[in-house]
Nanobody, 123 residues
Framework: QVQLVESGGGSVQAGGSLRLSCATS????????MGWFRQAPGKEREFVMG???????YYTDSLKDRFTISRDNAKITLYLQMNNLKPEDTAVYYC?????????????????WGQGTRVTVSS
């Protein structure tokens, strides 16, 4: 059984940083595209950024200057470095895995999901 477990969320002041991690287990996901999504209260789940199995990254333009995605295929762990956080970044952040070659911005393309980690940014 595949499991994705996010960690690293918390409460920070605006301008602060957090590093989210997503540990995987159950089967090797090294050939899967991986993505980070977030969902704010009352809003739809949105794509943050993704990374394919070769480390090529796909960014949301509005976040690319502050967020960085990376993966460690040896550990099958996904990371999201978030800098200069803003109150509008407040959301539950999810990691997900897709068998596709390219990490799609569409949640429906992902077959495995973590339970999420909450990020709260105060002004």
């Amino acid at each position: 059984q595949v499991q994705l477990v996010e960690s690293g969320g918390g409460s920070v002041q605006a301008g602060g940083s957090l590093r989210l991690s997503c540990a995987t287990s159950g089967r090797t996901l090294s050939n899967y595209a991986m993505g980070w999504f977030r969902q704010a209260p009352g809003k739809e789940r949105e794509f943050v950024m993704g990374i394919n199995r070769d480390g090529v990254t796909y960014y949301t333009d509005s976040l690319k200057d502050r967020f960085t995605i990376s993966r460690d295929n040896a550990k099958i762990t996904l990371y999201l470095q978030m800098n200069n956080l803003k109150p509008e970044d407040t959301a539950v952040y999810y990691c997900a895995a897709s068998p596709g070659v390219v990490p799609s911005p569409r949640p429906a393309q992902y077959v495995y999901w973590g339970q999420g980690t909450r990020v709260t940014v105060s002004s």
